[in-house]
């Protein structure tokens, strides 16, 4: 009896050190742990009985910022927060904001890592990766008002944690972000703890193996349908992450269960990277599975039950190491060398022998006439179907690098026709599968404006290794005019899954709305963001230099004397 008292207060001990707040965590409960406040701004209010800060518009101002100490840190670490919006129920164009930045040492500008303006009735959380770094740095958060005059910006808590977000054993209460889809029927649930009337299942949880420990569970007792489903979904990556995942997991199986992992991109492609359906004995078993997440995602744990009687399945002790449990070795896959400006030369392009130089590297001088290059105006670009080519049934191909396959990319690239009568044919794009030899178009051109710079870009994904074909074909030389190519790009994740991704410090396309750059004040001689060409002729671009498209809704931004 001695001896599991003794056990249960270590363990109790063990708890408590787990709940010690690291450097930059603080749960606001009788101070602010040494953040403070830019008193050029709004001020924050500490508010001890409730454990919390805020900001609100009791004051006059547009926001509030409060910074951590310098902090200091070489492993990878994960920042949670805990907050809550409050506004009006009436949407508004420039709603409330809280924003948090990283500001590291020596850096000219504080880097935005994540930005929330969903306005919510209870708390929530967000989960961010801090990769390694010798550099000391700052945790800035920054709350912005916007128009509504009742909103409020409340942190309950800010935790900073050796590790990676994905990583739980599932024994705080906010469970390190980790969420259950809401199904009617079958759900995750905690098991576990002190608490008598909990769901528990099982004796003792894998962390301490103890009845004090915690641990998710998923049960078929309350299944009604075939194949009900419950999911357990992660907090998003937001860094590149590569190597082994693993967990721990019980399964008892009564009939049939089927226990699946997937990860999960911003634009709801899924990808299953682990499955069981086999009964094992009632012990906790160790799963590991390699572990790709290039671009931000989730890791969902999906279990489907066939019957009320179908069993159960417990889960603990989820971990993440930049090693791959396979122990496979070779280099990452860099995206940046499958692009190109061709500024110096084709770099990792070529061109097929036997259809000859259909695409030739050149330079013309811009004027208010003709535009110069897409990447500086008086750079190199490729042009397809020149005087020195055309002829009938003229067709030229530009091969890029191999790509690895099962990973999903985004080609962006900015093209100009002139002088076409025809556009079928006028420039396509094609995946090109080597050991099938087998080649499928993905894009073609269908209406452009002439002689502009316009943005195109497709989001695609081959299970096997492909290469991305630029092609260019006359049926006849009366037909055919020119095809410029130029600043080929390509990134890792779908291209909406791009578009939502955080600008880095001191970048803006002024696409959806002028990041974070702000002007004194508006007035005739300050800064516009406009669509299309500028008002008066000979003045200004024709489009907008991001994608070049003046028909539709994409901006440029130009002073407005």
Same mark, same amino acid.
């Given at each position: ?21 690291? &450097? ?18 709004? &001020? ?518």
């Amino acid at each position: 009896m001695l001896l599991r008292l003794c056990l249960l207060a270590a363990q109790a001990l063990r708890l408590a050190g787990a709940a010690l707040l690291s &450097p930059g965590s603080c749960a606001f409960e009788d101070s602010a742990c040494g953040y403070e406040w830019d008193y050029a701004h709004l &001020p924050w209010a500490l508010h001890g009985e409730g454990h919390y800060i805020s900001v609100d518009t009791s004051y006059e101002g547009e926001k509030a910022v409060l910074s951590s100490p310098e902090l200091y840190s070489e492993e990878w670490s994960c920042v949670r927060l805990i907050y809550q919006i409050a506004t009006t129920s009436e949407p508004l164009p420039d709603p409330a904001r809280l924003n948090l930045y990283l500001r590291q040492e020596g850096e000219s500008f504080d880097r935005l890592l994540w930005s929330a303006k969903e306005p919510s009735d209870s708390w929530l959380i967000a989960s961010l990766d801090l990769m390694n770094s010798t550099k000391k740095y700052k945790i800035i958060l920054e709350g912005e008002m916007g128009q509504d005059k009742s909103a409020s910006i409340a942190v309950f808590e800010i935790k900073i944690t050796p590790g990676y977000c994905i990583e739980c054993d599932f024994e705080e209460n906010h469970l390190c972000g980790f969420v259950n889809r809401w199904n009617p029927n079958v759900n995750w649930f905690v098991g576990g703890g002190n608490i008598r009337n909990s769901q528990s299942i099982l004796p003792k949880d894998h962390t301490l193996n103890s009845e004090l420990g915690h641990y998710m569970y998923v049960d078929s007792v309350y299944v009604k349908h075939f194949q009900e489903v419950a999911q357990l979904i992660s907090p998003k990556t937001t860094a590149p992450m590569s190597g082994c995942l693993s967990f721990y997991y019980q399964l008892k199986q009564e009939s049939s269960i089927v226990f699946t992992v997937y990860l999960r991109d911003t634009s709801g492609f899924y990808e299953e990277i682990w499955k069981t359906e086999s009964a094992l004995s009632a012990d906790w078993a160790l799963a590991e599975v390699d572990f790709n997440a290039p671009y931000p995602m989730e890791v969902i744990f999906e279990v489907a039950f066939n019957s009320a009687k179908g069993g159960y399945v417990a889960l603990d002790d989820i971990s993440f190491s930049p090693v791959y449990c396979s122990n496979q070795t070779g280099t990452p896959f860099n995206p940046a060398e499958a692009g190109c400006n061709f500024e110096e030369d084709l770099c990792n392009f070529y061109q097929d022998h036997k259809d000859g130089p259909g695409w030739s590297r050149v330079k013309v001088k811009r004027n208010v006439y003709r535009a110069g290059d897409h990447t500086t105006g008086f750079g190199y670009y490729l042009l397809a179907n020149t005087k020195f080519t055309s002829q009938p049934g003229y067709i030229g191909r530009l091969y890029g690098p191999t790509l690895p396959g099962n990973l999903q990319f985004c080609l962006r690239f900015f093209y100009a026709l002139y002088g076409f009568f025809q556009m079928s044919g006028t420039l396509a794009v094609y995946i090109f599968e080597e050991n099938h030899v087998v080649q499928e178009k993905i894009w073609s051109v269908l209406d452009s404006p002439k002689g502009v710079w316009t943005q195109a870009e497709i989001s695609f994904k081959k299970p096997m290794p492909c290469k991305v074909v630029f092609v260019s074909w006359c049926k006849s030389f009366w037909d055919c005019g020119l095809v410029a190519l130029d600043d080929v790009s390509l990134s890792l994740g779908s291209c909406q899954a791009a578009d939502v991704l955080l600008p880095n410090p001191g970048e803006c396309t002024f696409e959806k709305d002028e990041c974070v750059f702000t002007q004194k004040k508006r007035g005739r001689g300050s800064w516009h963001r406009r669509r299309g060409p500028t008002p008066t002729s000979y003045t200004g671009p024709k489009g907008d230099h991001t994608t070049g498209i003046r028909v539709h809704d994409n901006l440029s931004l130009f002073h407005g004397f």
